[in-house]
């Protein structure tokens, strides 16, 4: 595949649907900027409020900036009473991903956006309310605790491995927890900020348009992909079983989710960043079978297929690792992403022309209305 990779056809697949000053995927050189900066030295050097910084607010902070940012985000962690209530109205069984989008969706009813000059501000509300919205709900309908969504953790990734685990997480955890959020932040024009643009191109609210992204999220060939990877990769016991498994869901011509991309040709920038996180965690908890599976349906994807692993693969056994619940891997995705969508919103409305593309039609042609009575 990777050879013979065409961008075009349907799908809108290789056409310019816009401008962006936010990333760039897949071009010559690194293969993922934002804002000119590659992921990979992000990941390996920046805090994840750093980034959500440049993203949102145009540059890389200064201390005195990043300090100040995160003393904000910090003070708006706690979620409206009105809000608890509905999440423990939402059952145990429901999709995390659902639960992300009613909270979003309510927050936007109790605190709304009357006016676009509040655009920061939400989304830095909604930045730091999301892990809580999250493990509330989970906490609640899981565990029948109703937590405090206020920590003393520095980050949001912290902030949000306390909230779920009811402790203060491990150095090596907030990290991984850091560079995942770095990895997801923003990648152009993926259906999911797509999304979000064409929300924002009708001049609507913030919440509106964000609420539209999760949903766009939560399918398994966006960002959904990563729960369905975990839930491939605990199905099998050994490396021997993977590949088997493996070449029969390709014989079968099943999707096999975390593989592939619609823009990169033969590797995702950010996959052997994740990878080698999860080789750490796997050494860290002594797994010998997870990360080993993962290696074999990886190599045997390549050799059957030329596909490669994206940036949901490695993402499934890192977080699995941490103690992480399969359930909440894309809801994890969307405290990340929130930062490249909310960007998207604001470098739309700064130049907004409503997208309203066209249809070829392929219908019948043009007929005679016929009165109920005579059909
Ligand atoms: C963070 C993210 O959102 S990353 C993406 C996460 N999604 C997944 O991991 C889901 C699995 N992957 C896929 O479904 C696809 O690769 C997508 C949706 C990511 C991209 O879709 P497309 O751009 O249509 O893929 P592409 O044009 O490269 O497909 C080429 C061929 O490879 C096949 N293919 C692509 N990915 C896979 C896969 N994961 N498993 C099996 N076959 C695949 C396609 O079916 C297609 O075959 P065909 O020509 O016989 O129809
Ligand atoms: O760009 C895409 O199509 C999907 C993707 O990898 C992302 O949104 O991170």
Known sequence: MAEAK??????????VAGQTALSTVGQSGAGLTYRGYDVRDLAADAQFEEVAYLLLYGELPTKAQLAAYTEKLSKLRDLPQALKEVLERIPADAHPMDVMRTGCSFLGNIEPESDFS???????????????I????YRFSHDGKRINCVTDEACIGGHFLHLLHDKKPSELHVKVMNVSLILYAEHE???STFTARV?????????????????SLRGPLHGGANEAAMEM???????EEAVEGTLGMLARKD????????????????????KAWSKKLADEVGDTVLFPVSEAIDKTMWEQKKLFPNADFYHASTYHFMGIPTK?????????RLTGWAAHVFEQRANNRIIRPSAEYVGVEQRKFVPIEQR
């Not at 501000?121 to 999301?130: E, I, Q, S, Y």
């Not at 990769?233 to 490396?239: A, K, M, N």
């Not at 990169?264 to 960043?273: A, C, F, L, M, Q």
């Open 328 to 336: 909440l891997f894309t809801p994890i995705f969307v405290c990340s």
């Open 233 to 239: 990769i605990e199905r099998f016991s050994s490396p």
């Open 134 to 137: 999250m493990c509330y709900w």
């Open 6 to 15: 065409v961008l075009s056809g349907a799908g809108l697949r290789g056409q």
């Open 255 to 274: 999707k096999i989710m975390g593989f592939g991309h619609a823009i990169y040709k033969d590797n995702d920038p950010r996959n052997e960043v994740i």
């Open 189 to 191: 024009f993926n259906a």
């Open 118 to 132: 509040e655009q920061h501000d939400k989304t830095d509300r909604l930045l730091a309310a999301f892990p809580a």
């Open 199 to 215: 929300c924002a191109s009708t001049l609507s609210d913030l919440y509106s348009c964000i609420t539209a992204a999760i949903g």
